[in-house]
């Protein structure tokens, strides 16, 4: 079953950072970018940035450059995604989504819940 | 404010058609590249409904369809159903901005 299963639900202070993870199974987590996008409480979709989990290569969002890191753990099929200096801005769900179809997001993860909150 | 724009809203009656648009500009949808739409049911995580501009995944149905043409996309649903309820959002690539994926706003259907 081809899938991405995130970590749970974090809350942490402003100026802090969160790290979420993005488990790839189902298919080659090599072969296939790991892109990252947020949607605050109701709000539409921003993407953040790609990573290519073969190369490790990155593309950031102007918006997140300087804030934001994605690596990844290939002897585990895992994609991290880095998020720090947050603020109560940053409170959004926070979703792994991979583009096996062009640059067709064809399979998403669960979604993460960050809650940034003094 | 979303580089793509999508009506913040539509609604129709069970059984019959409707549409949402999705106008972007020469940077994006104009210069050619494909537009995906995807399907948010409240409190999911969205679905791919259409990629590469009018293709859809297996198990959409075909109730479902989308086009394109200049700077606009557009997403059709005929046969409303009410398990159709839920905020629809385009996505293409646009290069004014170093490169960036980009969503339209999103539209919520409801379906009355």
């Known amino acids: 079953q081809v899938q991405l299963v995130q970590s749970g639900a974090e809350m942490r202070k402003p100026g802090a950072s969160v790290k979420v993870s993005c488990k790839a199974s189902g298919y080659t987590f090599i072969g296939y970018y790991i892109h990252w996008m947020r949607q605050a409480p109701g709000q539409g979709l921003a993407w953040m940035g790609r990573m290519n989990p073969n190369s490790g290569d990155t593309d950031y969002s102007q918006t997140f450059q300087g804030r934001v890191t994605m690596t990844r753990d290939t002897s585990v099929n895992t994609a991290y995604m880095d998020l720090a200096r947050l603020t109560s801005d940053d409170t959004a769900v926070y979703y792994c989504?991979?583009?096996?179809?062009?640059?067709?997001?064809?399979?998403w993860g669960q979604g993460t819940v960050i809650t940034v909150s003094s | 404010q979303s580089v793509l724009t999508q009506p913040p809203s539509v609604s129709g009656a069970p059984g019959q058609r409707v549409t949402i648009s999705c106008t972007g500009s020469n940077s994006n949808i104009g210069a050619g590249y494909d537009v995906h739409w995807y399907q948010q049911l409240p409190g999911t995580a969205p679905k791919l409904l259409i990629y590469?501009?009018?293709n859809r995944p297996s198990g959409v149905p075909d109730r479902f369809s989308a086009s394109k043409s200049g700077t606009s996309a557009s997403l059709a649903i005929t046969g409303l159903q009410a398990e159709d309820e839920g905020d629809y959002y385009c996505?293409?690539?646009?290069?004014?901005?170093?490169?960036?994926?980009?969503f339209g706003g999103g539209t919520k259907l409801t379906v009355l």
């Open positions: 996505q293409s690539y646009d290069t004014s901005l170093s490169g960036s994926v980009v």
């Open positions: 590469l501009n009018t």
């Open positions: 989504a991979t583009s096996r179809i062009g640059d067709a997001f064809d399979i």
